[in-house]
């Protein structure tokens, strides 16, 4: 049965990049230290009493991290996280955490957020898993009344998060979604645009206007962010990781590599050991 997992502890012995594929919602405490994150392909500080709230429709890899860097952090099944998605309608909540999602939290919110991760791992090891279901939804969308309840009684909404009034905000979210489900045997921006039902060109030029970079691109880079994953963090062959990622043969695999990367994969590897 699916229910959430406290992952354990991100530290500061994590050398090179770090990716996070979240199938439904990871939430990150930062203990101690700092880290650079690359959110969406933007890059941002995390620090000390922060939290970072990454969905399925977002990207995550760790770039780099301080030598004390530590990091809680939980993980919410998919089928859990639309149910909390759908009782809270505030379309503002979630475009803000679309666009910040790395937030600052008072010394009192911190600990409130230490026993929150400690009740729901305790709740997942110590109680019935029939009961888990409804126990998680029921915290996770409390926590996230809270988080939306903080922001429109702040004003941040008003200030920062100004929901857009076109559809290109949710051809992006919808993008990002299809390509951290598909990416591994679809590159193709038609495939894409076909699933949204638009052109290419259209979500050429939606990705354009938020990211300044075309769809292909963007692919790209999501491709790129695997290998370098399985390379750093894997025992896996060459060949191993491009069948595992649907490349027609290894040498293409590697010519596609050196382009991204400016080294063959046998040398990125080289250089993270």
Not at 199 to 207: E, G, H, I, N, R
Not at 208 to 235: A, C, M, W
């Amino acid at each position: 049965m699916e229910q959430v997992t406290e992952i354990g502890v991100i530290d500061g012995k994590c050398i090179g990049s770090r990716t996070i594929h979240p199938y439904g919602c990871v939430l990150m405490k930062c203990m101690d230290g700092y880290a650079i994150l690359s959110i969406n392909h933007k890059r941002t500080a995390f620090r000390k009493d922060e939290i970072c709230i990454i969905t399925s429709d977002m990207f995550l890899s760790i770039d780099n991290v301080s030598e004390h860097f530590s990091a809680r952090r939980l993980s919410v099944p998919e089928k859990i996280f639309n149910a909390v998605y759908y009782r809270i309608p505030n379309i503002s909540l979630w475009y803000f955490l679309v666009q910040y999602p790395v937030l600052r939290i008072s010394d009192s919110h911190s600990r409130a957020i230490d026993e929150w991760m400690n009740l729901m791992t305790w709740i997942a090891d110590n109680t019935d898993d029939k009961l888990h279901p409804k126990l998680f939804e029921d915290m996770v969308c409390g926590l996230f009344l809270s988080i939306d309840d903080r922001l429109a009684s702040s004003g941040t909404y008003q200030t920062q998060a100004q929901v857009p009034q076109n559809a290109g905000w949710a051809i992006i979210v919808r993008f990002f979604t299809l390509l951290y489900r598909h990416y591994k045997e679809n590159r193709s921006v038609e495939f894409y645009a076909e699933k949204m039902n638009i052109s290419a060109d259209y979500l050429c030029k939606v990705t354009k206007r938020f990211y300044g970079v075309s769809p292909k691109i963007l692919i790209n880079e999501q491709l790129t962010e695997d290998i370098k994953f399985r390379l750093s963090h894997t025992d896996q062959s060459i060949k191993e990781i491009a069948n595992a990622l649907n490349f027609e043969d290894a040498s293409y695999f590697c010519r596609f590599f050196r382009r991204q990367a400016g080294c063959s994969p046998q040398e990125y590897r080289n250089r993270k050991s």
